[in-house]
């Protein structure tokens, strides 16, 4: 039931920004909710990139920290990653997860959004 539809992925030069959106779809409210911004580039494994927990607080992937900013928008249902600053090796798909309620496991996923930074 819950979907989650990511957005705003583009090619960007290095020094250069974006903003991803994801929408939720099937929550009540996602303000309780875990949220998770990976990505995966080709050949590589899956990489947790910023996290948002039940409370707020959030975390960030070492390679990402003071460039990348997540937030959450409770009315609108809308996870956001402000990435700036890009690099060539931030170039890969970003995806959005999301947990169910009181629950840490990531359950459901986006179809994924391209970021290419050359």
């Known amino acids: 039931h819950v979907q989650l539809v990511e957005s705003g992925g583009g090619s960007v030069q290095a020094g250069g920004s974006l903003r991803l959106s994801c929408a939720a779809s099937?929550?009540?409210?996602?303000?309780?909710?875990?949220m998770a911004w990976f990505r995966q580039a080709p050949g590589k494994e899956r990489e947790g990139v910023a996290y948002?927990?039940?409370?707020?607080?959030?975390r960030y992937a070492d390679s990402v920290k003071g460039r990348f900013t997540v937030t959450k928008d409770n009315v609108n249902s809308t996870l956001y990653l402000q990435m700036n600053s890009l690099k060539p090796v931030d170039t890969a798909m970003y995806y959005c997860?999301?947990?169910?309620?009181?629950?840490?496991?990531?359950?459901?996923w986006g179809q994924g959004t391209q970021v290419t930074v050359s």
């Open positions: 948002v927990d039940a409370f707020t607080m959030t």
């Open positions: 099937g929550y009540t409210s996602i303000q309780y909710i875990e």
């Open positions: 997860a999301a947990s169910r309620l009181r629950r840490d496991e990531y359950k459901y």
